[in-house]
């Protein structure tokens, strides 16, 4: 018989969080706050996982699915009323009991709302509970504030008798620092048993998955605990207060685990990288990068401050300039980017390509050793190897009712201040002359221009100033009192 399955609870609404969204999908790092639960569940478990969900189970749902490649397999169970956490983890009996026989030994039990718990005091845990040959081993740690948690009652000898719920504690219940994490390892047949004896008999009508503690000690069977000393990894987030806790503890680690391998932060405390992103050695962050969602960034890349890269893929030795936004765009190696450019999604720089200061680039690729530095709109367009794209150009893809493309092929050059009127092609080695407007193909080694011939007259300046001179000449002054004048007054 298999050993632990896994029943993790995250139907609750979350009221505290005074959200609209379901508190298990507020994100922390980068991911709902009931990935980190679900991904550990399926870590530690031999044998199912459950996930039960029921507050926007539609929602929570569709976001398990999407994701389930991210976890070990797990089941969804459907808790329809919010009724507790004892109701809850009933919801999960037809996946872990089917035909009424237990699938595994035991059941480990986590709330959905405690993504800093550590896979090794889970370990730890399991480990106590067959130790000790446990019908019950809960988790729990000292707080200085234990507010809002339940409490852990200990009788003779330290043992634990029960769990007392805040709002049905006494004075003296209160007092005690030793809170219940919410994390359980329960012997499954046991389980639902001592669950179908749980009321609702409380100060909040619910039905309290704690109960079942005191009950394995009425039946006078083994409970053991584990008190766990870092007291921060079982932040329960209940309100946007633990939230922001949660946040920042997790980016911490996060933090701390790419120092480790080598990544360089030169203020740790403003550099935001989520969980999912990956960094290669050597590269240095400077004060206010944000790397967030998939994004991966090579070895040796400088990233500097103010820039944020999301859902992107950066190769090596790659220079983002200060003040950089990058947005599900791919950026070969030895690319610079920046400052102050706007990459958008479906671009593509290719080696050594250089994209400068307010430069925009949307569903664009830019070809090997391209360089667009100055001021430009690049927008749904390909962009060959070695091509100069002038200060100030910019593609009209957009006509008020459709996309088109620009192709710029290798080695042209594009003047500045050209615009280049989609759908249209510039041919191989051609130049497109400053401060023109193009709207046919220009042939490959070509000259395209568009500008109306210069005119220049001599001397025009000089006539223009005298002919002012001689005006203000002639032009009556305005008195302090006649600006002083009210509207309607007589002169
Ligand atoms: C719970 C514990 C408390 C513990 C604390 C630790 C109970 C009765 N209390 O309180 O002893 O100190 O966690 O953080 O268990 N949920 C459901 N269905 C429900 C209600 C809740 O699935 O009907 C889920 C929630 O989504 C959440 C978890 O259970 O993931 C805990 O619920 P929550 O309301 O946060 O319980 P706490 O008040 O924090
Ligand atoms: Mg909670």
Known sequence: MKKFSAIVIAAGRGKRMRSKTAKVLHPVAG?????????????????????????????????????????????????????????????????????????????????????????????????????????????????????????????????????????DATRVERAIHEVNVGTYVVETSFLFRALARVHAQNAQGEYYLTDIVGLAVAEGRRVAGLKTADSSECVGVNTRE????????????????????????????????DDMVTVGTDTVLYPGVTLEGQTKIGADCVIRSHSRVTNSVVGQAVTIQDSSLVDSAIIEDRAMVGPFAHVRPGSMLRKQSKVGNFVELKNTELGAGSKSNHLTYL?????????????????????????????????????SGAQLIAPVRVGKGAVVGAGSTISQDVPGEALALSRSPQVTREEWAVRRRAYYSEKSATAPKSTPSARGRKKGSKG
């Open 379 to 415: 927008g749904d367009t390909f962009v060959g190897k070695r091509v100069n794209i002038g200060a100030g150009t910019i593609t009209c893809n957009y006509d008020g009712y459709r996309k088109e493309r620009t192709m710029i092929e290798d080695e042209a050059f594009i003047g």
């Open 31 to 167: 991911r709902p706050l009931i990935w980190y639960m679900v991904s550990l569940a399926g870590r530690v478990a031999d044998a199912r996982v459950v996930v039960v969900i029921g507050h926007q189970a539609e929602r929570v749902r569709a976001y398990l699915e999407q994701s389930k490649t991210e976890f070990e397999p797990f089941d969804i169970a459907l808790q329809p009323e919010q009724l507790g956490t004892g109701h809850a983890v009933q919801q999960a009996k037809a996946a872990l009991m089917p035909n009424g026989k237990a699938a595994s030994k035991h059941c480990l039990i986590v709330n959905a709302d405690t993504p800093l718990l550590r896979r090794t005091t889970v370990k730890r845990l399991l480990a106590r509970h067959e130790r000790e040959k446990a019908t019950l081993t809960l988790l729990s740690t000292d707080l200085s504030d234990p507010r809002g948690y339940g409490r852990v009652v200990r009788g003779n000898a330290g043992r634990v008798v029960k769990v007392v719920e805040e709002p």
């Open 242 to 273: 633990h939230l922001a806790f949660v946040e920042q503890a997790m980016r911490q680690r996060i933090r701390t685990r790419w120092l480790e391998k080598g990544i360089t932060l030169l203020d740790p405390r403003t550099t935001f990288i």
